[in-house]
């Protein structure tokens, strides 16, 4: 059995993590449009999905490199400072219409995945670990792949270059779960994993508090305003407990499930505020609106309970059985909803007395507290 030593989340990890923020700042302006139907083009959500996968992709991988191998030493900071840059250049590339920037983005997304590569050789160079070796070669064979795709297309036209990138971002976010047992096999420090992903978590509550900020005039503070910030502390207070008190942080694990659920945690709760903002600033069609909203809330709150499910501390009994009170509280909040949608207000109170029950099953099933 490997022993895992205590890791803290370094100073350079956060200063990282930041640009990431800004990236996903800029990736919102993507569906900030409404069409004549006023709604939400499907094709803008494409894109708002697919940067995305993108970007956590990037973050991830660098994420679980530094997890896993990161010493302080100064080669480890020179790498992620040029990813930095990298990232910046690839968030300015971020456009509604991306075949204006694509050789931009897809070569730093190259670049990228190219850096990530080259730190696992360096790791693979200097072990006579078996299972890490094993680790490092699987992974530098996924990001070769996903970067020869990438290549390929862009010395290709536009009518298939688009197609050959996607697959090539799909492969490498999702072909590590097929080698599971070879990343079981050196664990994550999982401390130090959930960590990072909560603190990034904490930083998109940090976005989401912005948005409200937009809704606030210092002249006129609308009970709409009121509501949308309580539903942003709620939806904070129902991660956080369920990330301190229900999960058990020393375990030892692949983190698989803890990395690709946060992909959809991202993306539900920027969609939840994206669309609550536009709620209360723009003519969004109802049914629309509230569609999106509910496939947003179901999504962030599944994420984050099958967290709990797989990491649960001993002493709590979380099945599958346990998911079906917070989705029948959804399903019958939004479908009392449909009777008030055109009521923004009463549709937001409504929303916080969701939120009031699934804490409040939480407390039920012994999660009481945030806490450290």
Not at 117 to 135: I, P
Not at 301 to 307: A, I, Y
Request: hydrophobic residues 55%; contains cysteine.
């Amino acid at each position: 059995m490997r022993k895992l030593v205590e890791k803290k989340v370094s100073v350079a990890e956060l200063f990282y993590d930041l640009i990431f923020v800004y990236a996903i700042s800029r990736i919102t302006t993507t569906v900030n449009y409404l069409n004549h139907d006023e709604q939400i083009p499907f094709e803008l959500l494409g894109k708002f999905l697919m940067l995305f996968l993108v970007f956590w992709c990037i973050w991830t991988y660098q994420t679980v490199f530094s997890n896993r191998f990161f010493m302080n030493r100064l080669r480890d900071y020179i790498f992620i400072f040029i990813d930095m840059f990298l990232v910046i250049i690839l968030s300015q590339a971020i456009n509604p219409d991306f075949e204006k920037t694509f050789f931009t983005f897809v070569a730093c997304t190259t670049l990228l995945f190219l850096s990530i590569l080259v730190q696992y050789v360096l790791v693979l160079v200097e072990t006579k670990d078996s299972d890490v070796r094993g680790l490092c070669q699987r992974l530098i064979v996924t990001l070769l792949c996903s970067i020869t795709l990438a290549a390929v297309a862009l010395l290709t036209d536009s009518g298939i270059h688009f197609w050959l990138y996607f697959i090539s971002i799909l492969f490498v976010a999702f072909f590590p779960m097929v080698f599971s047992k070879t990343l079981a096999a050196v664990p994550t420090n999982f401390e130090h994993l959930a960590e990072r992903y909560s603190l990034f978590v904490i930083l998109l509550f940090g976005e989401s508090v912005i948005a409200v900020a937009t809704t606030i005039s210092y002249q006129h503070i609308s009970m709409a305003s009121v509501l949308f910030y309580l539903i942003m502390v709620l939806l904070f207070a129902f991660y956080m407990i369920t990330y301190t008190t229900g999960m058990n942080h020393h375990m030892e694990t692949s983190g698989l499930t803890m990395i690709h659920s946060h992909l959809f945690i991202f993306i539900s709760l920027n969609l939840i505020t994206v669309l609550l903002e536009m709620y209360i600033h723009e003519p969004i069609e109802p049914y629309f609106f509230l569609t999106l909203l509910f496939v947003g809330m179901l999504m962030f709150f599944v994420s984050t309970l099958v967290n709990l499910k797989v990491y649960q501390k001993s002493g709590i009994d979380f099945t599958f059985k346990s998911f079906l009170p917070v989705v029948g509280i959804l399903v019958v909040t939004f479908i009392a909803m449909l009777f008030v949608i055109q009521h923004i207000a009463t549709t937001m109170f409504l929303l916080v007395v969701m939120l009031l029950g699934c804490l409040s099953y939480l407390r039920f099933i012994g999660l009481t507290k945030i806490s450290r």
